[in-house]
């Protein structure tokens, strides 16, 4: 099963992009890639954001 931190670090490692940037701009909350490894559990919606960021970063390559 590929969970959400799976693909977030899949994202990070291609893109390059730091992990306080990441979760700027995709929940507008630069603690949340270290919130999530350190167990932190999204909610339906803020799961969904996520994914439609990286949905649209990788339309975009």
Known sequence: M???LQ???RHLQET???E???GR???GDPRLVGDLR???QPRPPLLARIEAYI???EQRH
Do not use: E, Y
């Open 55 to 57: 949905d649209a970063q």
């Open 7 to 9: 693909r977030i670090s």
């Open 16 to 18: 390059g992009t730091p």
């Open 38 to 40: 350190n167990g932190r």
């Open 25 to 27: 701009r995709a929940a």
């Open 20 to 22: 306080t940037l990441f």
């Open 2 to 4: 590929h969970t959400i």
